[in-house]
């Protein structure tokens, strides 16, 4: 679950693909969100950041 993000920049990648370690997630039409907080189901809501230095998804792969 997102719970904040901005406005990302300008991206070339499918919809679902992380296109940065901090979070930054591709969307439709070229554009991108930079996950701000995020929750994983059953867990506390935890700075983006923390949350993918401490999960093992890498820059390219697919957030679905």
Avoid at 1 to 25: E, N, W, Y
Avoid at 29 to 48: F, H, I, M, P, Y
Avoid at 51 to 63: I, Q
């Amino acid at each position: 679950k997102v719970h904040k993000a901005d406005i990302g920049p300008v991206s070339t990648q499918p919809p679902g693909a992380l296109l940065d370690a901090m979070g930054t997630v591709a969307c439709g039409d070229g554009t991108s969100l930079v996950l701000q907080s995020v929750q994983r189901e059953g867990k506390a809501a935890t700075d983006a950041g923390a949350f993918f230095r401490g999960f093992s998804v890498k820059a390219g792969e697919a957030l679905i």
